[in-house]
């Protein structure tokens, strides 16, 4: 199976930066997307960012010019660098991936989610 590691979260004042990383381990054959989604209390899980193995990537509107994904192949471990933070970006960031992973001589798609990390920007 595929499991994702977050680490990088914590309090950052308004304006602030941080980076999120997102480790993948496991039995893996080839990663297809890796991305990041928020979940604030009282709303539903919302897509933050994505980028796909070929190094596309698409933003959530509220966070365009603000934050930038990466992810570096040969790790699989993808990134992301939150830059003027505002304390509506306060959530749990989830790492999603997914792609295919092996089994004895075959292979299987696999889609996983990290356990999340708090973010709390304070204004």
């Known amino acids: 199976q595929v499991h994702l590691v977050e680490s990088g979260g914590g309090l950052v004042q308004a304006g602030g930066s941080l980076r999120l990383s997102c480790a993948a381990s496991g039995t893996i054959f080839s990663i297809n997307t890796m991305g990041w989604y928020r979940h604030c209390p009282g709303k539903q899980r919302e897509l933050v960012a994505v980028i796909t193995s070929g190094g596309s990537t698409i933003y959530a509107d509220s966070v365009k010019g603000r934050f930038t994904i990466s992810r570096d192949n040969a790790k699989n471990t993808v990134y992301l660098q939150m830059n003027s933070l505002k304390p509506e970006d306060t959530a749990v960031y989830y790492c999603?991936?997914?792609?295919?992973?092996?089994?004895?001589?075959?292979?299987?798609?696999?889609?996983?989610w990290g356990q999340g990390t708090q973010v709390t920007v304070s204004s």
């Open positions: 999603h991936s997914n792609g295919r992973y092996f089994v004895g001589a075959s292979d299987r798609p696999y889609d996983a």
